[in-house]
């Protein structure tokens, strides 16, 4: 993902779920298996943002680092939740086009 001035709304929304994901975290006392259910996974989809680009005109506003290591502590949470149920919770399909569907199957 690249935030640059035409999207950077969505940067801005996405750095608030990380903010409200480690509130969560730290509320709960570390990872447990539900920290992601309180992000909008349409606000923020973590594996879009694992590697996410703003633009050199953007970084005054949109913080990159906490994007991505956001998006690396989301990651580490849906790895919590797969490992602490036992083969009942979803992971994302990628399809073949890199698309990402919504959130079926089960956790390997």
């Known amino acids: 993902m690249h935030i640059d001035s035409e999207n950077r ?4 929304r996405a750095m608030a779920s990380v903010l409200l994901l480690y509130y969560h975290l730290i509320h709960e006392g570390g990872f447990t298996n539900d920290q992601m259910v309180y992000v909008d996974r349409q606000e923020f989809d973590v594996f ?6 703003v633009s050199p005109e953007q970084q005054y506003e949109i913080d990159q680092r906490l994007l991505r290591r956001g998006a690396a502590i989301g990651l580490l949470c849906e790895l919590t939740r797969c490992r602490s149920t036992t083969g009942t919770t979803t992971r994302p399909t990628v399809h073949a086009e890199g698309s990402r569907g919504s959130r079926t199957g089960r956790c390997p």
Request: net charge negative.
């Open 9 to 12: 709304t969505l940067g801005n």
């Open 48 to 53: 879009s943002y694992v590697d996410v680009v």
